[in-house]
Nanobody
């Protein structure tokens, strides 16, 4: 049974940083493409960052490029999202996702497994 467990969310001030973690079980992060999506109230879920199965390719949504970094620790079977220079518009529930295609596409329907999400709130 596949489980993706996000953690690390919370309340942070504008300009601050957070690191989100996604601990995977039932699959290997070195065999799946992994991604972070986010969903703000009243908005569609959007792609934030992704990493290919090989770890060689990383991708970012335009709104987070240059501020967020995705990484993984294969030994811990965990994927991270390092978020810097946070803005109020980064406030959302952040979801970890995995797809068996191996390429970190930006479309939600490409993903097979999802976590429950972790709330990030950036206060101004």
């Amino acid at each position: 049974q596949v489980q993706l467990a996000e953690s690390g969310g919370g309340l942070v001030e504008v300009g601050g940083s957070l690191r989100l973690s996604c601990a995977a079980s039932g699959l290997s992060v070195s065999s799946y493409a992994m991604a972070w999506f986010r969903q703000a109230p009243g908005k569609e879920r959007e792609f934030a960052a992704g990493i290919d199965w090989s770890g060689d390719g990383t991708y970012y949504g335009d709104s987070v490029k240059g501020r967020f970094t995705i990484s993984r620790d294969v030994a811990k079977n965990t994927v991270y999202l390092h978020m810097n220079t946070l803005k109020p518009e980064d406030t959302a529930v952040y979801y970890c996702a995995a797809n068996h295609y191996g390429r970190a596409w930006a479309l939600t329907y490409e993903y097979d497994f999802w976590g429950q999400g972790t709330q990030v709130t950036v206060s101004s």
